[in-house]
């Protein structure tokens, strides 16, 4: 199983990106995902979540201007960035819990990562 995550670049103060990650592999179902980011000098950051059933939910700092949306068919799931700030500047992971079996048939849960991908608001 593997994430793979792609979309980042660099833009203007006020623009627009869009993130998307694609789960792939053998896969049961994709539980949570979400985007997670980490600036220079700083923690890691959990940014935004989505359930399966599409529940989402934000850190405070990006509410109202990101949205994250996810397509269970396709196992996808995106990070539309608009207003974007200089401090939005980071790399971002998208993240996921994925049920997987095991050779006996049994259902068994793991965390995956995907490679980041920077984005750079910037003038």
């Known amino acids: 199983v593997q994430l793979q995550a792609s979309g980042g670049g660099l833009v203007q103060p006020g623009g627009f990106l869009r993130l998307s990650c694609a789960a792939s592999?053998?896969?049961?179902?994709?539980?949570?995902m979400g985007w997670y980011r980490r600036a220079p000098g700083k923690q890691r950051e959990l940014v935004a979540t989505?359930?399966?059933?599409?529940?989402?939910n934000y850190v405070d700092s990006v509410k109202g201007r990101f949205t994250i949306s996810r397509d269970n068919a396709k196992n996808t799931v995106c990070l539309s960035m608009n207003s974007l700030k200089p401090e939005d500047t980071a790399t971002y992971y998208c993240?996921?819990?994925?049920?997987?079996?095991?050779?006996?048939?049994?259902?068994?849960?793991?965390?995956?990562w995907g490679q980041g991908t920077q984005v750079t608001v910037s003038s």
């Open positions: 989505i359930t399966s059933g599409g529940s989402a």
């Open positions: 993240n996921a819990d994925i049920l997987r079996r095991n050779g006996l048939g049994s259902l068994y849960q793991s965390e995956y």
């Open positions: 592999g053998s896969i049961f179902s994709v539980n949570r």
